[in-house]
């Protein structure tokens, strides 16, 4: 049976506040969106920003949603709490409502942004101090009435990212002023998710421990530091609630003993989905800016590989898929492609040895380039230790002009036959063809071998010692980096 859509009221440049009816919202009227309720987080943060008009990519924004749950105390009453809609298990908490309430049409959403450099929307800059009284069932125990300063007006921060299919809770949670009394959690994992991000972001550790049946209680684990945190699942709603709050903490930051390699591989994955290619030490700063203290070359190298695995797949996973994608781009694209198998006396048993491949873009394209091809070759690293050839054209700009490609298990005069020949035979269209190259033994014997086509009267060949071929590369790049670093980008993303 097809799932009922439902309908859901986002709102934004306001501020949540408490009522008689519990948690409201105010500010511009909201815009309504349909959406399916399995759509994952993901997908409803894309469809969020094209609401709002939020570009996280260029303005780095903070984003936060919480929803209005509703806790039935009467007939037909509700009392709405605040519930934090950190990934897609709270988010389908949320889109279930009215399948749950018939009475309740709508899911209201509310969405916090927050520029770097920009303050909050003027509605909410007074900031005001909030006495929350919390009553408890007496049958789930005395964790108590909780008094607490509920600054209801900051800034609620987060990073977002619509491309990350499993949330991490950082894009929900920055800070230890969000915690607060009354707030509601799907259940105790989310909660001790929440908890745990506000510790590693604080530099402040604490420890919990169950103090009966669905009840727990954090505490600093620094004596001198009153800061703790109860919370209970309420009968009432089901949910995990805040019910007593003492914060901040009045504690030193220390600076973590040990790195949580899980929890670092949960932030850059989210930056890794969005742009494979960034440096470790790119990694390094952002973790620095966002998180707050240094991370070891060593630990970002490890977080950005179990984020890459998480994202991309393993090495095994790529070198499965890449027949399927060569043959997609082949269908798709008109890829010209070459595989290079090592022969065995059972052609049963060929096994991978190359694979060349050109766009047919680049191919039309060649015709109106310099007359001059420029290869080189690179090692990938990972699993499988393969080699990437490159073959790159000169543009009238003096641009690089991608060319052709081969991923090889080895780089021999045999390969460099079978590469140098399939592109004078399949990629370009004419004679007098200059080769550069560097000045390597394996290129000379197959240049200088009888019948080459890159010598006279087919073409000419440069051979170019290391000192002289990096300044000829630079030549034609306008932004001075070698032609191995123009193509570093394609050969680090795995095949
Ligand atoms: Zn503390």
């Not at 903070?62 to 709490?81: A, D, E, M, T």
Request: with cysteine.
């Amino acid at each position: 049976m097809a799932e009922l859509e439902v309908s859901v009221y986002c709102y934004w440049n306001g501020c949540i506040k408490y009522g008689r009816e519990g948690v409201y919202y105010e500010g511009p009227a909201p815009k309504k969106i349909i959406v399916n309720p399995k759509i994952a987080l993901n997908r409803l943060l894309d469809e969020m920003y094209v609401l709002t008009g939020v570009d996280v990519d260029k303005q780095r924004s903070k984003v936060k949603i919480f929803g209005r749950y509703p806790s039935v105390v009467g007939q037909s009453k509700f009392q709405y709490l605040l519930l934090p809609v950190v990934n897609n298990s709270s988010l389908e908490t949320m889109l279930e409502v009215p399948s749950k309430h018939p009475s309740v049409k709508i899911v209201e959403l509310y969405l916090e942004v927050k520029s770097e450099g920009v303050t909050g929307p003027a509605a909410c800059s007074s900031k005001r101090q909030k006495t929350v009284k919390v009553e408890r069932d007496s049958s789930t125990g005395n964790i108590g009435d909780a008094a607490v300063d509920a600054d209801m007006t900051d800034d609620l921060n987060k990073e977002s990212n619509p491309g990350v299919p499993k949330p991490c809770l950082s894009s929900l949670w920055l800070d230890d002023h969000d915690l607060r009394v009354g707030l509601c959690f799907k259940d105790a994992d989310e909660l001790k998710k929440a908890v745990d991000w506000c510790s590693i972001k604080g530099m402040q550790k604490c420890v919990v421990r169950e103090t009966g049946t669905d009840e727990c209680m954090f505490e600093c684990i620094k004596w001198r530091c009153k800061w703790s945190l109860g919370a209970a699942k309420m009968e009432n709603h089901g949910l995990f609630e805040i019910i007593k709050y003492t914060g901040p903490h009045t504690c030193r930051p220390v600076e973590p003993e040990k790195s949580d390699s899980e929890f670092e591989a949960d932030e850059i994955e989210r930056l890794v989905r969005r742009h494979p290619t960034l440096s470790f030490s790119e990694l390094q700063n952002w973790w620095k800016a966002n998180i707050g203290h240094e991370l070891e070359t060593s630990e970002v190298q490890a977080a950005k590989e179990e984020a890459i695995k998480r994202a991309f797949g393993d090495w095994d996973q790529s070198f499965e898929d890449l027949p399927k994608l060569m043959s997609a781009f082949q269908s798709s694209n008109g890829l010209l492609v070459d595989w290079k198998y090592d022969l065995f006396p059972n052609p049963k048993f060929a096994s991978f040895c190359g694979v060349f491949w050109a766009f047919p873009q680049s191919i039309q394209g060649f015709q109106h380039c310099r007359p001059l091809i420029l290869v080189d070759t690179k090692e990938l690293k990972g699993k499988h230790q393969l080699k990437l050839m490159i073959a790159s054209g000169v543009d009238a700009a003096d641009y690089y002009f991608p060319l052709a490609f081969a991923v090889t298990k080895e780089v021999s005069s045999d390969t460099w036959r079978w590469f140098l020949t399939n592109i004078k035979e399949k990629v370009t269209q004419r004679k007098g063809l200059c080769l550069i190259s560097s000045p390597h033994p394996d290129i000379l014997s197959v240049i200088n071998e009888p019948g080459s086509q890159w010598k006279e009267p087919w073409g000419l060949s440069q051979v170019l010692s290391e000192t002289v071929l990096v300044p000829v590369l630079s030549r034609f790049s306008r932004t001075g980096e070698s032609l191995e670093a123009s193509w570093r980008n394609g050969s680090e993303g795995g095949i």
